[in-house]
């Protein structure tokens, strides 16, 4: 969490099971707040900074799985634990195919609990800096292609009015302008008004494949041929 203490939100109807948790996780390090229901949980979550939720199944007035989906849904970045008698081991499971990341049961063995917890802020931990490193990495080739559209942008510019004076120098009869116009692809021979024309006719050539640009002889060719 580099260097900032996990905040753990216990939500439970039974005090002394919030009393008990609370204990244990502040003695494994976790700086723990408590909500006795559903809709004090989510008003928590809303007002803290909460890393990872301790959440029990079986509640009046809004069940644990009600209160999963809202976390899931608004604060998905938040780790939840689900707490469970042995006889709703199902319920739980069905939790986590709703996104919860594990779940523990009653009566709660301490060391399992706590390294469940561990476990679990590992998990986001890590989930966390995954996002990041994808969040810069379409940052920077944003920024590349951005910069790479701003050349290919500067060069159509340079290259239209080059074409531009050769066009006016071959209407002119003017014979290396004429054999420069002549080896061009054929998007390219004709004179044209403005850079988007030209950018456009570029790019049809660029989607056509290089092997519509005429082919030049080299040294190697002379030599194969004599």
């Not at 003017?174 to 061009?184: F, I, T, V, Y």
């Amino acid at each position: 969490m580099n260097g900032e203490q996990v905040k753990i939100l216990v939500v439970d109807d039974d005090e002394s099971v919030r009393s008990l948790l609370q204990r244990v996780l502040k003695e494994a390090g976790y700086d723990v707040v408590t909500a006795a229901n559903g809709r004090e949980a989510l008003d928590k979550v809303n007002e803290l900074k909460v890393d990872l939720v301790l959440l029990d199944i079986k509640m009046p007035d809004m069940s644990g799985m009600e209160v999963l989906q809202q976390l899931t849904t608004n604060w998905p970045q938040t780790c939840v634990i689900m707490a469970t008698a042995v006889a709703d081991a199902q319920t739980a499971i069905e939790a986590m195919k709703l996104g919860a990341y594990d779940y523990i049961t009653k009566p709660f063995s301490r060391d399992e609990m706590v390294l469940t917890v561990q476990r679990a802020i590992e998990k986001r931990r890590l989930r966390l800096e995954n996002e990041h490193h994808r969040f810069e990495l379409e940052r920077r080739i944003g920024e590349q292609t951005e910069r790479l559209q701003t050349q290919f942008a500067e060069l159509v510019s340079t290259l239209a009015r080059e074409h531009k004076l050769i066009s006016r120098e071959a209407k002119s009869q003017r014979r290396g302008a004429q054999e420069l116009m002549s080896k061009l692809p054929p998007e390219l021979r004709e004179p044209m008004s403005s850079v988007e024309e030209f950018s456009d006719a570029l790019l049809r050539i660029l989607r056509g494949g290089t092997g519509r640009w005429p082919r030049t002889s080299t040294n190697d060719d002379k030599g194969a041929k004599q």
